[in-house]
């Protein structure tokens, strides 16, 4: 069975909070590699615009209110590292929730046209979905075509690689943030979703366990707990813990807007949660 890591998370706040966000020196320096981007994807119609914080791994973004084509619905990527792994991935997902399992190309535009970037590996869900997911299995002419002046020097598609290419290109080649990775996710799904995503879950060989307000799935890289006893205007990311790449000095809680907050342990993670 291939391994399905956690690639990154994408999360929806209200406007304040986005702004918020985006304007923190601290965020936006000794945290983490960040920046602003829009992503356009003409071969399949999307665009996105949103606020990144890059990892070793693992990465989450804050989409731009109103910059995307498609509805606010926060979610969860996962991605695999082994070439050639995206048609294994896609006949475990079918074999195991008995879907039918869509998977394309997705590109991204350079400035000399678009690139491939990675296979997306999903299924349909129904418009009132809590939550999208989606395996990403990275293209390997992805880092030989954009930026390939920068490290790592032998172009890949794991995780890692890609993210050592987004670090380079914003200046932070060798260097780290506070930010280690994403290791831990809590998200809410009525009970119909929350059985699908189960299925998913089982589909990439995570251990399920039962919890008393739902179950917990442990990967390889990210446990997620899953609540199924929420209300229904209540679905979606609630929280996610990162393990640091060293300690924390100074203030131990942020608080952003009114949708969100970010507190410092003393066990080397912090915690965003949102309300």
Not at 132 to 160: H, N, T
Request: proline share 4%; glycine share 10%; charged share 25%.
């Amino acid at each position: 069975m291939v391994s399905v890591y956690l690639n990154h998370l994408l999360i929806f706040v209200d406007q304040d909070t986005y702004a918020s966000l985006a304007a923190c020196s601290f965020l936006n320096g000794a945290f983490a590699p960040s920046e602003r981007r829009q992503t356009i994807d003409e071969a399949n119609s999307a665009h996105w615009t949103g606020h990144y914080f890059y990892g070793n791994c693992t990465y989450f973004e804050f989409m731009e209110p109103g910059a995307t084509t498609w509805r606010p619905i926060d979610g969860v990527a996962f991605g695999v590292d082994e070439e050639g792994s995206g048609p294994i991935v896609c006949k475990q997902l079918g074999d195991t929730t008995g879907l039918e399992i869509m998977s394309y190309l997705r590109t991204r535009q350079d400035k000399d046209g678009d690139i491939p970037w990675f296979d997306m590996i999903e299924y349909s869900r129904p418009d009132t979905t809590g939550l999208i997911s989606w395996v990403m299995a990275y293209d390997a002419r992805f880092l030989e075509r954009w930026e390939p002046q920068l490290p790592p020097a032998s172009a890949g598609c794991r995780r890692k690689d890609v993210l050592d290419r987004y670090r380079a290109r914003l200046g932070w080649n060798g260097k780290s943030g506070l930010f280690g990775d994403i290791t831990e996710l809590t998200v809410a799904l009525v009970e119909e979703q929350g059985a699908l995503f189960r299925r998913e879950l089982s589909a990439y060989g995570y251990r399920i366990s039962e919890t008393t307000t739902g179950y917990s799935a442990n990967g390889p890289d990210i446990s997620i707990h899953v609540d199924t006893s929420i209300s229904e205007n209540k679905v979606g990311i609630q929280q996610f813990t990162l393990a640091l790449n060293r300690p924390k000095s100074g203030a131990g809680v942020y608080r952003y807007g009114s949708s969100c907050e970010l507190s410092f342990k003393d066990d080397l993670t912090a915690v965003w949660k949102f309300f």
